[in-house]
């Protein structure tokens, strides 16, 4: 079974610095997709990014990207311009075929 | 607002019991995704159906049961409850298959005592 894995179960990022959020993934596919979601305190999930495995080129979408290392089967979040509406759990996830698995999470702090 | 709705938002109810947590999702969208989350174990998907067939399947227990009717609208049955069933549980719609974005109903907390 394919695992994602959030090795930093808490991070804290001052106002406007820029964090990286880190995930990896175990899996012997070579066609699926990577997500990463925003979980507020509001409970809610927002997707944050997604990524194709066979783009080659990095996701970007505004102030949040991505560092997509396939071989490594690394998929890490990077914030820039950190906010206090980022403050949130944020799930990395994983999607093929047949199975879609999320991480344990990482809780980010904003601090002011 | 994702669009997508799900009642009742909260539940309480004995171990044992019987419950059906309901589903709507966003106009247009044909697939529907069934997500646990429990404190100890993070987000787990359940099940997926695609214009009422079930598409997919994950970790859904055999106590567990979902359909998707003719009108998209999509419901999980969960029977005899256990201590370890109280969670939130998510409903998630997408226009086509799980490579798309899915948007996330605002959850159902069931809590068994």
């Known amino acids: 079974a394919q695992t994602v894995t959030q090795s930093q179960p808490e991070m804290s990022v001052q106002e406007a610095e820029t964090v990286t959020l880190s995930c990896t993934y175990d899996t012997s596919e070579s066609d699926y997709y990577l997500f990463w979601y925003k979980q507020p305190p509001s409970r809610q999930m927002i997707l944050v990014i997604r990524?194709?495995?066979?783009?080659?080129q990095n996701a970007t979408e505004n102030r949040f990207s991505v560092n997509f290392q396939k071989a490594a089967k690394s998929f890490s979040l990077k914030i820039s311009d950190s906010q206090l509406g980022d403050a949130a759990m944020y799930f990395c996830?994983?999607?093929?075929?047949?199975?879609?698995?999320f991480g344990a999470g990482t809780r980010l702090t904003v601090k002011p | 607002d994702s669009g997508v709705t799900q009642t009742p938002k909260h539940l309480i109810t004995a171990t044992g019991q019987r419950v059906t947590l309901r589903c709507s999702p966003r106009?247009?969208?044909?697939?529907v995704y069934w997500y646990q989350q429990s404190l100890d174990q993070g987000l787990q998907f359940l099940i997926q159906?695609?214009?009422?067939?079930?598409?997919a399947k994950g970790n859904i227990l055999e106590r567990f049961s979902a359909q998707q009717f003719p009108d998209l609208h999509s419901e999980l049955n969960l029977s005899s409850l256990e201590l370890g069933d109280s969670a939130l549980y998510f409903c998630?719609?997408?226009?086509?298959?799980?490579?798309?974005?899915?948007?996330f109903g605002p959850g159902t907390r069931l809590t068994v005592l």
């Open positions: 998630a719609s997408s226009v086509l298959g799980r490579a798309n974005e899915q948007f």
């Open positions: 996830a994983y999607l093929d075929n047949n199975d879609m698995r």
């Open positions: 106009s247009g969208d044909l697939s």
């Open positions: 990524q194709e495995a066979y783009k080659q």
């Open positions: 159906y695609y214009n009422g067939e079930e598409r």
